[in-house]
């Protein structure tokens, strides 16, 4: 590729699981892509050695005191940005395309302060869209961002699309497979003795430490329809799923001529990262798929909607929307943590956010400025009431 200029790339939670799998992605393709502009949040050292490999002209920390800690693991001089602050003066970095990485609504200000600077958009977050969702998709029509989705259904519903030209007319429905979890097929009598370990092992992806929680549970499902709703802007009711063990079929959409379009790999996420980091190019990887014969065995379930009933409440709320899906997700984003501290059980998370979600049905929002207040409050809501449990 002589004489084409390397992509210039930011990726915001660059620690992370998706941050450092993106990461394999510019590693492999050294000559085309220049990393510019990374965030970490704790993660000093190992935000310093991203550093010192990629050197990024910006780097975020996420507070004050990680700057001297950072600085003295670098072995160059690149600015270095602090806080929520930080985020949103990164997110708007001269560069070609933005990898979000970063895990819940935290990334919020910074995609909004994002959409009208960056031209290509790589979002793996999901929580910004349940939140959000019809906002951000307004601004990014409004400015021509090209927003690509990184999470494994929704990049493999992307490329289904396009086998339609994203004309959604033609599609009767479009169904996501989920995994089902560790807990797919357990007894759920016994789901009140999950442990944190337990509820982190996921069968088939090794993920962040809520995400892995968030499928365990099927909330992810959930925000993954709600993501899908805004993303393709389509019905609830033509967003179907499925329980797929394998996690081989990533999605399917059914055409409105009974044809099923089904997008299949190995489960890896460096393909969809890789794909929504050169849409709509596509680069021969160096991260090979087995022959179709190591894909057999394939299975499709209907999903267990008493066992897991936060699959139901999620997009119960994403339907009713308002501040529904908003407090829906902050509840969530405070009740995994919580489990994780062994401070409330497995079902104890789903306790925790139903009650809290009557609180709020009487609020509004408007603005994006709302939703970041009600986001905070309805966090600093959960955390003080199981603090006084
Ligand atoms: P991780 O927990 O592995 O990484 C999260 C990243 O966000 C880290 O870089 C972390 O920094 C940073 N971060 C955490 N909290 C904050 C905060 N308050 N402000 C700024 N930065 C913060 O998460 P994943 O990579 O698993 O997931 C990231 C997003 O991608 C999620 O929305 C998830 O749903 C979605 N996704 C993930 C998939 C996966 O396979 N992991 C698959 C599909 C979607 P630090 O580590 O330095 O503290
Ligand atoms: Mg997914």
Redesign the pocket.
């Known amino acids: 590729m002589a004489g084409v200029a390397p992509v210039s790339v930011g990726i ?8 450092t ?1 993106a990461l394999d992605v510019i590693r492999a393709f050294p000559d085309r892509f220049r990393l510019v502009a990374v ?6 050292l ?2 310093a050695a991203i550093a010192n490999e990629f050197r990024p002209e910006r780097v975020a920390v ?1 507070s004050a005191d990680q700057v001297a800690i950072i600085r003295k693991h670098m072995d160059y001089d690149p600015v270095i940005e602090v806080g ?1 602050s930080g ?1 949103v003066a990164l997110a708007t970095h001269p560069m070609d395309q933005l990898v ?5 609504t ?2 919020l200000p910074a995609v909004v302060a994002a959409i009208p600077h960056v031209p290509h958009i790589a979002l ?4 910004v869209l349940v939140a959000a969702g019809s906002r951000i998709m307004a601004m990014v029509r409004a400015h021509g961002t090209r927003l690509i989705p ?3 259904e929704h990049s493999a519903v992307f490329q289904c699309l396009a086998a339609v030209d994203f004309n959604r007319d033609r599609i009767h429905h479009m169904t996501l497979t989920a995994s089902g979890g560790p807990f797919w097929g357990r007894d759920p009598h016994t789901f009140d003795t999950i442990t944190p370990a337990e509820a982190l092992r996921h069968p088939n ?8 929680v ?1 499928s365990a549970t099927m909330v ?1 499902k959930g ?1 993954e329809v709600i993501e899908a709703h805004h993303l393709f802007d389509m019905a609830w009711d033509r967003i179907r799923v499925v329980v797929h063990p394998q996690s081989i079929v990533h999605a399917c959409i059914e055409t409105v001529d009974g044809a099923i379009l089904a997008h299949m790999g190995r489960p890896d ?1 460096r393909y969809p990262i890789q794909y929504a980091m050169t849409y709509p190019e596509r680069w021969a990887t160096p991260f090979k798929q087995d022959g179709l014969t190591a894909l057999s065995g394939l299975e499709f379930f209907e999903p267990d909607r008493d066992a897991f009933p936060w699959l139901d409440l999620a997009i119960c709320c994403g339907k009713a929307g308002g501040v529904m899906p908003i407090v829906f997700n902050a509840a969530n984003e405070v009740a995994v943590p919580l489990f994780l501290n062994g401070q409330v059980s497995f079902m104890g998370m789903y306790d925790t956010i139903r009650r809290i979600l009557d609180a709020y049905a009487a609020e509004t929002v408007v603005t994006i400025a709302d939703i970041i207040e009600l986001d905070k409050r309805v966090k600093n809501h959960v955390t003080i009431r199981n603090s006084l449990v």
Not at 13 to 18: A, D, L
């Open positions: 915001l939670g660059v620690t992370g699981s998706i941050g799998q965030s970490g949040h704790t993660n000093s190992g935000l996420g929520e985020l979000v990485a970063i895990v819940g935290a990334a793996a977050n999901k929580e990184v999470d494994s992806w090794d993920m962040g430490s809520k995400i892995s968030d992810n925000l996420m």
